[in-house]
């Protein structure tokens, strides 16, 4: 079982930053895709990035490229959404979630993964 905990979220204006935090505890792979998720109510839940930890590949939705970095520090188990150029569209509640083995696929769609947080919520105002 794969346990994920989510932190970093918070309320800033446009223009601003915030970094996402994922921890990960539990897994028996060392290599694993780790995606980021964000969900506003009504909405079904659009991938934003994700990282193959194994080899360290990233992929990005067209809507935060340029804009978000996504990011692994193994030495604590976590994984980064630097997140940069904040636009209130940008705001929702982000999830983080992982499926085992891998690598990542191009798009992160919610089907593929297995484990999930509980979300953090990310709010830019205008």
């Known amino acids: 079982q794969v346990h994920l905990v989510e932190s970093g979220g918070g309320s800033v204006e446009a223009g601003g930053s915030l970094r996402l935090s994922c921890e990960a505890s539990g897994s028996p792979h060392s290599s694993h895709c780790i995606g980021w998720f964000r969900q506003v109510p009504g909405k079904e839940r659009e991938g934003v990035a994700s990282?193959?930890?194994?080899?360290?590949?990233?992929y990005y939705a067209d809507s935060v490229k340029g804009r978000f970095t996504i990011s692994q520090d193994n030495s604590k188990n976590t994984v980064y959404l630097q997140m940069n150029s904040l636009k209130p569209e940008d705001t929702g509640m982000y999830f983080c979630a992982a499926f085992l083995g891998g690598p990542c696929f191009p798009i992160a769609r919610e089907p593929d993964f297995t484990y999930w947080g509980q979300g953090t919520q990310v709010t830019v105002s205008s």
């Open positions: 990282l193959y930890t194994g080899g360290g590949s990233t």
